[in-house]
């Protein structure tokens, strides 16, 4: 059984800075990708950064630029900086895993985390 437990959600004002944290913990021979999802109101979630196990980053274009990933291997955790708040920042935001199962990538999914954003 694979856990993984957001931290640092809450509200912030616009222009404010937040980080998110989230830890694996488990079964979990190796977490190959690690990375932080939102889901806002009548929308689908969307990725919005990812981090290989190297170190390699992706962000969503609406956030580049003001949010940041990181990643402690050791650890299996994975954080995610918010600087320069915007409302429509406002979301659910998941942590996701991915950890290899019988050579099968298996996607895991923290519970969320509210992130609000205040104009």
């Known amino acids: 059984q694979v856990q993984l437990v957001e931290s640092g959600g809450g509200l912030v004002q616009s222009g404010g800075p937040l980080r998110l944290s989230c830890v694996a913990s488990?079964?979990?021979?190796?977490?190959?990708?690690m990375a932080w999802f939102r889901q806002a109101p009548v929308k689908q979630r969307e990725l919005v950064a990812q981090i290989t196990s190297g170190g390699s980053t992706y962000y969503a274009d609406s956030v580049e630029g003001r949010f940041s990933i990181y990643r402690d291997n050791s650890k299996n955790a994975a954080d995610l900086e918010m600087n320069n708040l915007k409302p429509e920042d406002t979301a659910v935001y998941y942590c996701n895993a991915q950890i290899p199962r019988s050579g099968v990538r298996v996607d895991y999914w923290g519970r969320g985390t509210q992130v609000t954003v205040s104009s």
């Open positions: 488990g079964m979990i021979c190796r977490v190959v990708d």
